[in-house]
């Protein structure tokens, strides 16, 4: 089968509904939203909490966080795996080949993300806003509050970059997932596996997918973010 | 006239460098003080300190008659001193909400909120500016929502850290001619500013950090009378 051969076959899986393409998008979209909805309030604290306190150790937890972003999915896929199959500390839940497995592993992919880039984001705003706030005394939580408002774009820039990396990492979610159809396939265990048995047609169908689901879901965040300023300034 | 601050045994130590090591100063109730010196003597620094925006040594701090820790910054002092950024970041709210910023954080009524903001920002001349965005106001506009923002919680310590530096003409004689109602509504204001800008406001006692060392000169009537 050529290329374009492949992508004509992929488009008319996706028009025709078929249904086994579209649950298989349905189970990422579900799994990558949740992940990131349950890491982003831990991360976007602890990022904060880094980037406005001095403490010993300070200076690991940032090479830490940042070391973090690196980890290969595999790794993480590994560990979880460890830590849930039956006999691991955490095989009383029953999470392992399960869609609650799959979040687990987002959350653990999302986080160091969501952390690293809301700590740079803190890191990077104006002293002068924190300082501002509790001059005018407000408490720790308002200060915070205040601070995270004024870092908006780049905490939001971290929920798009997390948003990306969960939806595309496809090591994880293999190794916790299973993989099994109609209950953990996702896109991109999808398109391993239909590429590695040379159904080229419905991995490239599932690529267009995540591909528009990059370009929907980064244009409603950018536009939740509103204008952001330019670095060079307004005309 | 009665002290409202007193402040025994300040140092600051700047890694190995010592920036001052002040014996003892006094600010009066109700009183203003421009403190001056050179650039890179600690102007900021010291009303920093006293603001709860930097850690320093002290022996003894006395507030309104009691005394108090400097570590942590206690709420009281919170309540009763405000300082102002030499050039003051406004939160990207709204004017308004610049104001209220204050107010809110203290969980002041809805209604005492906007009345005092309302009557700030007549104060500040800066009713016009309602509507618009605070990143876009000019330097001598940020420094008079900066004063109003501080105003509305009536402080009895105001520090503004050289509120003038940087404006010119009628942005200037605008942020200066906010200053004696400030003292007249109880305050105690210090300016920090340089010699050659020396606010000319009637009344002004000044303190001189220099060497190190807090110097304090009485105001002119002072040296005049007999």
Known sequence: MTLWEATQHAFALLFSGDAALWHIVWVSIKTSIIGLLLATPPAVLLGYAIAMNRFPGRRIAVWLAQCALSLPTVLIGLLLYLLLSRRGPLGPLEWLFSQSGIIAGQFVVGMPVLLAFTLAAVQALDPRYAETARALGASRWRVMTTVLHEARYGVMAAVISGFGRVISEVGCALMVGGNIQGETRTITTAIALETSKGEFAQGIALGIVLVTLALVMNGALMLLQGEAHTAGGRI | ?226
């Open chain 2, 1 to 226: 006239m009665s002290a409202l601050l007193t402040v025994r045994g300040l140092r600051k130590q700047h890694g190995e460098r010592l920036l001052f090591a002040i014996d003892e100063f006094t600010l009066d109730a109700a009183s203003a003080y421009v403190l001056t010196g050179a650039n890179g003597v600690g102007k900021s620094t010291l009303l920093r300190i006293l603001g709860g925006l930097e850690a320093a040594q002290v022996d003894s701090v006395t507030f309104d008659g009691k005394p108090f820790n400097l570590q942590p910054y206690p709420k009281a002092l919170r309540t009763a001193i405000v300082y102002v950024h030499q050039h003051p970041i406004m939160f990207s709210t709204s004017v308004w909400h610049n104001i209220a910023y204050g107010l809110l954080a203290r969980g002041e009524s809805k209604a005492v909120v906007k009345k005092t903001v309302e009557e700030a920002m007549c104060w500040a001349g800066v009713d016009y500016l309602r509507d618009t965005e605070p990143a876009r106001l000019s330097g001598g506009e940020k420094q008079r929502v900066a004063l109003a923002r501080a105003r509305v919680l009536q402080p009895r310590l105001l520090l503004l850290d050289e509120p003038t530096a940087n404006l010119d003409g009628s942005a200037r004689e605008g942020v200066i001619a906010l200053i004696p109602t400030l003292i007249e509504q109880g305050s105690t204001v210090v300016m920090a500013c340089h010699d050659r800008d020396l606010i000319g406001l009637p009344g002004v006692q000044r303190l001189k950090l220099k060497d190190g060392r807090l110097e304090h000169r009485p105001h002119r009537t002072d040296d005049a009378a007999p």
